[in-house]
């Protein structure tokens, strides 16, 4: 072999390893933070109330356009899915104001529950979540299986809903 033969093999064999790594590394699931939620009614959830059913965990802003625009789709994917074991927790951002959150709430009659992160501590936990609409995908078990950064393909998240619904 020759020197240009030897590096280009060392270069293909060291593209493999990282190709290979990345995609164990993706196929990884996550344990969802240790993090409780203050619901809009006073009452906490923690992350360990999340095993047992898929989990949408969404975090969103009534300020953000795209977040208010996805609202709808995030509506009809619970109550298409819910009586399945599928659940919805809304994460409003610590700058949102509480009183714009309730009325947000209200005014859509969101079916699923609603947590205002006051202090910025569960966005922190989630992977230092600034961008929204950013949301998280947690299976039967707690992990996250997925992380959405802007609106979601519905289509895929249905499809990876219905899949993650039928794992025991």
Known sequence: MTAKTTSLALAAA???????????WSTQATPAP?????????SRETSASLQ?????????????TTCVAEMPKIIATYDKY???????LAVAMSYDPPAYVVNFAQTRKLPFQVAIDN????AKAWGEVQLTPTSYLVDKKGHIVKRYIGEPNFTELHQLIEKLLAQT
């Open 82 to 88: 819910q009586s399945k074991g599928y659940n919805t």
């Open 119 to 122: 202090t910025g501590q569960i």
């Open 52 to 64: 047992g059913k898929v989990t949408l965990v969404n975090f969103w802003a009534t300020s953000c």
């Open 14 to 24: 060291a593209g493999l390893a990282l190709a290979v790594g990345a995609f164990w």
């Open 34 to 42: 240790e993090s409780t939620f203050v619901l809009l009614d006073g």
